[in-house]
């Protein structure tokens, strides 16, 4: 299956600090990117559909001047948690479908990101 | 009622044993039907897609769609504790990208 790279895995970060979290598409050009959030024992929780060029498109109750997300390029697309409260502590995954990969219908997930706010 | 349901668990088998896992769905749109296995902080690794009523196989995975019951179902045979994990279903309808998820499983097969 085709590769999605997500960095970092884990941060620690202090209460009203920024984090940035990149997902990048290692063999294949990634159309559109989705932002996951997974609290524990719960399921993935789409927070946003991004096309590359384009602006994000935000799912109800998630602040965009929260989470601001950039998809500058074909194969990268980057999450920024601004002015991160504890609340915000979560595991964050990136998924990635595109074209010239077995089939345009499957997404492919990074590793996620584990971030925590103190 | 949720789109999705899906029994959290935890299930617990003896190395060998035939698992059984099954979501159901409430929404007819919903065409495209797939499982994940999550292990612990890690993101989703795609393991079954499938579209059509039926069953699927691969390798020791079988995968089952029953489109007028909306029930799904992923089943391992010869478990082994390298399968210990959340198991994901996930669907969505045609032409569209974004995917509806079930809470997940927790297995966990014992030596």
């Known amino acids: 299956g085709a590769v999605v790279s997500q960095h970092p895995s884990w941060v620690i970060c202090k209460s009203g600090t920024s984090v940035k979290i990149e997902c990048r598409s290692l063999?294949?050009?990634?159309?559109?990117m989705f932002w996951y959030r997974q609290f524990p024992k719960q399921s993935l929780m789409l927070m946003a559909t991004s096309n590359e060029g384009s602006k994000a498109t935000y799912e109800q109750g998630v602040e965009k001047d929260k989470f601001l997300i950039n998809h500058a390029s074909l194969t990268l697309s980057t999450l920024t948690v601004t002015s991160a409260h504890p609340e915000d502590s979560s595991f964050y995954i990136c998924?990635?479908?595109?074209?010239?990969?077995?089939?345009?219908?499957?997404?492919?997930f990074g590793s996620g990101t584990q971030l925590s706010v103190l | 009622q949720k789109e999705v349901e899906q029994d959290p668990g935890p299930l617990s088998v003896p190395e060998g044993a035939i698992v059984s896992l099954n979501c159901t769905y409430s929404n007819s749109a919903f065409q495209y039907f797939m499982w994940y296995r999550q292990y612990s902080r890690k993101g989703p690794e795609l393991l079954m897609y499938?579209?059509?009523?039926g069953n699927k196989e691969d390798g020791r995975f079988t995968a089952q769609v029953d489109k007028s019951s909306k029930y799904i179902s992923l089943f391992i045979r010869d478990s082994q504790p390298s399968d210990s994990a959340t198991y994901l279903c996930?669907?969505?309808?045609?032409?569209?990208?974004?995917?509806?998820f079930g809470k997940g499983t927790k297995l966990s097969v014992i030596p």
């Open positions: 063999d294949f050009q990634a159309t559109t």
């Open positions: 499938t579209y059509s009523s």
């Open positions: 996930a669907m969505k309808g045609a032409g569209s990208y974004q995917l509806t």
């Open positions: 998924s990635a479908r595109g074209t010239g990969i077995d089939s345009n219908e499957k997404l492919f």
